[in-house]
């Protein structure tokens, strides 16, 4: 394929990291929860915040997903971008994964990094276009997966540009602007990159629409989804979860042809951290 047409793109969320026993976001946007309390005590008696403030994770992740966006809105605006990276990667430092016991960032796919640095040394460009937060992503992302910032799509938050000490930053509003999951990934790959991919990697009926219209173009074509079932190493899942919902793309892979990557079968090593072993 010409090099011009060499563009790969990736959900982030259980295709490139863990996103078990909830999204690592979710987590961040909790640990802001219990940060902020004390100038918002009324958030003790407010949904979302009560669930935050209590772990309640069924009643944050359940339904449309509205206390989700309320809560992100509230604990990850409000900063400037540059407040916002240096925050995030503060808890990246500290904080380690409550089953693993090891920084979020330890929790990458081993298999994945290969596949990246594969396609980056056959001159691809690699994308991720995740429904996380850019800023989050872009806070790390670059550091973990050698992917620059501008090759890093996800779901944004409303900035305006101001004057503080003399100087122009940007701020984050307390607003989602864009969320990018399920139909809006396709909406937002033509408009950053203005290009169809030729290869697409999911793991969740969130990044159905995004493998649909990487597949159906012409000339060659890859889809690949990441099927968890891995119940050991790392968790077994998928259509009745509401982390990771895959019900509907793993029908759409039987019709499609597209691969199914099984974690257990297929990966002799999940995390970076086991190839010690």
Same mark, same amino acid.
């Given at each position: 394929?010409? !090099?011009?047409?060499? #563009? $790969?793109?990736?959900?982030?969320?259980?295709?490139?990291?863990?996103?078990r026993?909830?999204?690592?976001?979710?987590?961040?946007?909790?640990?802001?929860?219990?940060?902020?309390?004390?100038?918002?005590? %009324?958030?003790?008696?407010?949904?979302?915040?009560?669930?935050?403030l209590t772990?309640?994770?069924?009643?944050?992740? $359940?339904?449309?997903?509205?206390?989700?966006?309320?809560l992100? *809105?509230?604990?990850?605006?409000?900063?400037?971008?540059?407040?916002?990276?240096?925050?995030?990667?503060?808890?990246?430092?500290?904080?380690?994964?409550?089953?693993?016991?090891?920084?979020?960032?330890d929790?990458?796919?081993?298999?994945?990094? !290969?596949?990246?640095?594969?396609?980056? $040394?056959?001159?691809?460009?690699t994308?991720?276009?995740?429904?996380? =937060?850019?800023?989050f992503?872009r806070?790390?992302?670059?550091?973990?997966?050698?992917?620059p910032?501008?090759? #890093?799509?996800?779901?944004?938050?409303?900035?305006?540009?101001?004057?503080?000490?003399?100087?122009?930053?940007?701020?984050?509003?307390? *607003?989602?602007?864009?969320?990018?999951?399920? $139909?809006?990934?396709?909406?937002?790959?033509?408009?950053?990159?203005?290009?169809?991919? #030729?290869?697409?990697?999911?793991?969740?009926?969130?990044?159905l629409?995004?493998?649909?219209?990487?597949?159906?173009?012409?000339?060659?074509?890859?889809?690949?989804?990441?099927?968890?079932? =891995?119940?050991?190493? %790392?968790?077994?899942?998928?259509?009745?979860?509401? #982390?990771?919902?895959?019900?509907?793309?793993?029908?759409?892979?039987?019709?499609?042809?597209?691969?199914?990557?099984?974690?257990?079968?297929?990966?002799?090593?999940?995390?970076?951290?086991?190839?010690?072993?």
């Open positions: 394929m010409p !090099e011009s047409q060499r #563009i $790969a793109v990736f959900d982030n969320d259980g295709t490139l990291w863990s996103e026993p909830f999204y690592f976001q979710l987590q961040y946007s909790i640990h802001r929860a219990h940060q902020l309390v004390d100038k918002h005590p %009324e958030w003790r008696q407010q949904q979302p915040f009560q669930a935050a772990n309640d994770i069924a009643t944050l992740t $359940a339904g449309d997903g509205k206390l989700f966006t309320q992100t *809105e509230a604990t990850l605006g409000g900063t400037s971008i540059t407040d916002y990276h240096a925050a995030v990667n503060r808890w990246l430092a500290t904080s380690r994964h409550p089953r693993f016991k090891r920084p979020y960032t929790l990458v796919f081993q298999p994945m990094l !290969e596949l990246l640095a594969y396609l980056k $040394a056959n001159r691809f460009r994308y991720i276009v995740s429904g996380g =937060d850019l800023e992503m806070a790390w992302a670059t550091r973990v997966y050698g992917i910032p501008e090759q #890093i799509i996800g779901s944004r938050m409303k900035t305006r540009l101001v004057r503080k000490n003399g100087k122009a930053i940007f701020e984050r509003l307390t *607003e989602i602007e864009f969320f990018n999951n399920a $139909a809006g990934k396709p909406v937002s790959i033509r408009r950053a990159i203005g290009r169809r991919p #030729i290869a697409a990697f999911g793991n969740s009926d969130g990044d629409q995004m493998l649909q219209w990487t597949t159906t173009g012409t000339g060659k074509r890859l889809g690949a989804i990441v099927h968890h079932t =891995d119940r050991k190493r %790392e968790w077994s899942y998928d259509r009745k979860s509401r #982390i990771g919902h895959l019900d509907k793309a793993l029908d759409e892979a039987a019709r499609n042809r597209w691969t199914v990557v099984d974690m257990k079968r297929d990966w002799k090593v999940v995390y970076p951290f086991e190839l010690a072993k």
